[in-house]
C-alpha cells in the first residue's frame, strides 16, 4: 500500500496517510467481529472475559 501511494503520487506523505487510513479503517472493521461467536464457530471454548 505505502509502495504504490508512493510510486503513483511520489509523495511520503500521501503513502503515510493512506496507511494510516488503512489500520483506523482495520481496526473499525475488526471492532465489529463477533468474537465469541467466531471462538465458538472455531471450536475453542471461549473465555470467560474478552
Same mark, same amino acid.
Given at each position: 500500500?505505502?509502495?504504490? #501511494?508512493?510510486?503513483?503520487?511520489? $509523495?511520503?506523505?500521501?503513502? @503515510?496517510? $493512506?496507511? @494510516?487510513?488503512?489500520? /483506523? /479503517?482495520?481496526?473499525? #472493521?475488526?471492532?465489529? #467481529?463477533?468474537?465469541?461467536?467466531? @471462538?465458538?464457530?472455531?471450536?475453542? @471454548? ?5
Amino acid at each position: 500500500m505505502f509502495g504504490l #501511494v508512493f510510486q503513483f503520487f511520489g $509523495s511520503y506523505r500521501l503513502a @503515510i496517510i $493512506s496507511l @494510516i487510513i488503512f489500520f /483506523v /479503517v482495520g481496526a473499525c #472493521v475488526l471492532a465489529f #467481529v463477533p468474537i465469541r461467536k467466531a @471462538i465458538e464457530q472455531a471450536g475453542n @471454548i471461549p473465555p470467560d472475559l474478552l
